[in-house]
């Protein structure tokens, strides 16, 4: 049985960093200017509700259990039923563990319509692109809003992640030498937005994100090897995928060139793997409120050719 903590402990490492990925958004659909470049950082709380409800209800109905076989003078046991829904919930949580997320991200504007950043979380490094569709109001549809203007927007991006991964506790653990973990996410989102003045803006993101992660193959090969030893089926799958549905809300305020986002996201994660020779469900609803401090340049103008001269004139 020494096996399953060792497989536990695999997997968290493998999947919980991955799956407590950053959701925020901490932009509107308007684009950079080219030649703009905006530096932006925050922190997000990953809050996989879900799974916390998960795991509370399952230890109250068990905790009823072994109250009742006291009162009833009867020995207490976990019943295969029971085993399987603690295990499906301690997985769950474990492979999407609650946390807080700081990020750092870099855009600039490279073309009209077209803005591309990167951002790093930590736990990840993200590139994504995002073209301008629509534009309305009375600003031109890059550069500054001036006061009294509003531009309303809509935008498509696409992003592209790579995680990263190490497993410190089991090469102290010294049991099997890992390394060759990987996940991948393609994000989607569809901006929209309202600027008002360049002071208050709103805007909305609805988004999928699509994650895959690969587990380390002497770790598959390890966990196929338990059953015969342990009687329990604890084979990992060679790969885990997922799928975040949701979008996120927030306001930005602030003027020119420094403006504050506060926002949250909501949704829910489908996440369906075999663990342990059973198809487990391990999604959950899940927020991730996020707070940000973003700063940027102004853009070059188009008629004088120096930088930092007001647009949308």
């Known amino acids: 049985m020494r096996l399953l903590p060792v497989l536990f402990l695999a997997l968290g490492l493998a999947l919980g960093p991955g799956c407590a990925t950053t959701l925020s958004t ?139 991964f190490s497993s410190p506790v089991l090469d102290v653990l010294e049991v099997v030498e890992l390394g060759d973990f990987s996940r991948y996410d393609v994000e989607v989102p569809l901006y929209v937005s309202a600027d008002f003045g360049d002071v208050f803006k709103v805007y909305g993101a609805p988004k999928y994100v699509f994650s895959r992660t690969r587990l380390d193959e002497r770790l598959v090969d390890y966990s196929r090897q338990g059953k015969p030893v342990s009687g329990f089926d604890a084979s990992l799958p060679a790969t885990v995928n997922s799928h975040f549905v949701g979008s996120t809300v927030g306001v930005a305020l602030g003027y020119r060139y420094v403006h504050v986002f506060a926002e949250l996201t909501g949704g829910y994660i489908f996440c369906n793997p075999t663990l342990f020779g059973i198809e487990r469900e391990l999604g959950s609803v899940t927020v991730f409120p996020s707070l940000g401090l973003a700063i940027r340049t102004g853009g070059p103008d188009r008629e004088r050719g120096r930088p930092g001269a007001r647009r949308g004139r």
């Open 26 to 164: 901490q932009q509107t659909a308007r684009p950079l200017a080219p030649g703009q470049v905006q530096v932006s950082g925050g922190l997000g709380v990953f809050l996989p509700l879900g799974n916390l409800v998960r795991v509370v209800d399952t230890g109250i109905d068990q905790g009823e259990e072994a109250r009742d076989a006291i009162e009833e003078d009867r020995p207490y046991a976990l019943g295969e039923e029971a085993q399987q829904r603690l295990l499906t919930a301690g997985v769950a949580l474990m492979v999407a563990p609650p946390g807080v997320n700081p990020e750092l991200m870099v855009r600039v504007g490279v073309v009209d319509r077209v803005d591309v950043g990167l951002r790093y979380s930590g736990i990840s490094l993200r590139a994504d692109a995002k073209v301008l569709l629509f534009h309305g109001g009375d600003a031109d549809e890059t550069g500054w809003v001036e006061v009294g203007q509003r531009s309303y927007d809509v935008a498509l991006g696409l992003g592209a992640a790579r995680h990263f």
